[in-house]
C-alpha cells in the first residue's frame, strides 16, 4: 500500500492504474463505519484509495479541529489489512498551497440543519471533496448514510459540476444498542455513553410512527424531541423530518424523507438520521 502526501504523487499512483478506482474520503480515527466503506469499494473497483486528511477547512473556529482523533499508523494498518491500494494522507499545505482562495459553496441544501450551526463547515467539505474527486478521478467514491446532509450536498455539487464520478452511498454502521459509530464518541464519559443510544431510539420511535401511518412531519419532529428529552443527560439541538434531497423542512411526509437530529451530551455533538419511505 502506497502512503502519498504530494498532490504529484496521487497522480502518479492515479496514472500507473490500469481499471476503475473507487475513492474513500475520511478523516481517519477508522470505525467500523469506515471499514465497511472501504470493504465495499473493494468489492466494486480494481484499485481502492482512502485519504485521510483532518480538513481544518471544515470546522469552525470554537470546534474541536486540534482535539479531534488521530490514529495514523493504526488507521494504515487497517486499510492496509483491507486491501487498499494507496492512502492520501496529505498535509493542510499540500490540499491548501499558499495563494489558495477558491471555495465550493452549494447554497440552499447547505444551508439548514448542520449547515445552519456550523457556517462554512459545507464549503470546506465541498471544496476539499471537489479536490479529491479531481486529484484521484475516481470512477466511484463511498460516502455514509450517517452524514446525510453531506451526501446531498456532495451529491448536488456533482451533478451541477458534471463531475463524472458515482456517489456511492452506504449504510450507517451500529454499536449493538444501536448508537451511531462515530470518531467522537470517544469523546463520551461512561454515563454519556450510556445515555447516547437515544438518538437512535428517538429516530426508531419516529420510524414506528411512520410505519403506522403517521404523514404529519410536525408530529414525526415531537416524538423525535418526546424521545430525545426522556434522557436527562442530552440536550436536543435540532430535530428534523426534511425533503431527503432539498432538505426543505415538510409538513406532511409524501415522497422520501429524511428525518435527522444533533444532540450534545456534554461537550459532545453527534448526529444521527433514518429515511422515511422512498426506496
Ligand atoms: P469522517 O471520517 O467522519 O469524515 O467519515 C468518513 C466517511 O465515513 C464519511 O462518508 C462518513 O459519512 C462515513 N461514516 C462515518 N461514520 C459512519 C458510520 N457509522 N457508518 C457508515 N459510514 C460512516
Redesign the pocket.
Known sequence: MKVLTAVSDVRAFRASREGSLGL??????L?A??L??VARARRENVNVAASIFVNPAQFGPAEDFAAYPRALDADLGLLASLGVDAVWAPSPGDVYPPGFQTWITVDDVSAPLEGARRPGHFRGVATVVAKLLNVFQPARA??????AQ??AVIRRMVQDLSIPVDIVV?????EKDGL????RNAYLGPDERRAAPVLHRALEAARAAFDSGERDAGRLRAILTETLAGEPLVREDYVSVADASTLAELERVEGAALASLAARLGKTRLIDNVVLGGT
Do not use: I
Request: proline share 7%; with cysteine.
Open positions: 474513500v474520503p475520511t478523516m481517519g480515527a470505525h463505519g469506515h465497511s466503506l463511498y460516502f455514509g448514510q450517517k452524514d453531506q451526501v452506504c449504510p450507517t454502521a451500529r451511531a459509530l462515530s470518531s
